[in-house]
């Protein structure tokens, strides 16, 4: 999984706006604190869905590049882009039995799957759901 870094900015009264210097004219908007990341990967999603693959740059280059950013209150944050592939992959995992029965019950209380309850429930905490 790649992740790319956003550039957070907030002024007073405004909702908190993203851009992610690896990607110019991507970006995205939040309205409280703990919507920042959510925004960030569903902007990443709708830009590859068009763009041709842009390989991350570390944060000490992303850093230096937006440094009067960061300087005047700025913040980076990590934003993983999740990109689904058709491509089924069969895995071993362990779990507690309680944990197991209580992940059954909801996946049939869902109409899903146990692995389509694991893939959802994963995906939403990768994308930063709560």
Partial sequence: MKTYLALVHKDPDSAYGLTFPDLPGCFAAADRQDDILRAGVEALELWFEDAAPVPPRGPEAIAAEVADDLATGAFLIAVPLVQPSSRQ??????????????????????????????????????????
Avoid: C, P, Q, Y
């Fill in 89 to 130: 992959k069969r895995v071993n995992i362990s779990l507690d039995a309680g944990t197991l029965d209580a992940i059954d019950t909801a996946a049939e209380g869902l109409g899903l799957t146990r692995s389509g309850f694991l893939t959802m429930a994963a995906l939403n905490e990768i994308r930063g759901g709560h």
